[in-house]
Nanobody, 123 residues
């Protein structure tokens, strides 16, 4: 069982930056693939970024070059550094954990989810 708690969301102007954190419980955190997803009002949840236990990463085209995912296995934490934010990045951001061993971009492949943190980017 893995419990996930996100933090770091907030209101920022376009062009600004935020860093989201996701703290995980459990001694097997380092073995999980960790992903970030987001959901804007009236839209489906969409993949943002993923990092494997070995540090391989993958990003959605919409955030490539602006967002960076990283993890600190000693702290059981995964991060999402978001730079050059745009109004279209406004959404609730969720972190998730998957027991699979590859870069997983499908939400259904993730077993555990956090409660989400709101990110609002003003124009």
């Amino acid at each position: 069982q893995v419990q996930l708690v996100e933090s770091g969301g907030g209101l920022v102007q376009a062009g600004g930056s935020l860093r989201l954190s996701c703290a995980a419980s459990g001694r097997t955190f380092s073995s999980y693939v960790m992903g970030w997803f987001r959901q804007a009002p009236g839209k489906e949840r969409e993949f943002v970024a993923v990092i494997t236990s070995g540090g391989s990463t993958k990003y959605a085209d919409s955030v490539k070059g602006r967002f960076t995912i990283s993890r600190d296995n000693a702290k059981n934490t995964v991060y999402l550094q978001m730079n050059s934010l745009k109004p279209e990045d406004t959404a609730v951001y969720y972190c998730a954990a998957s027991p699979l061993s590859r870069t997983v971009v499908v939400a259904a492949r993730y077993d555990y989810w956090g409660q989400g943190t709101q990110v609002t980017v003003s124009s």
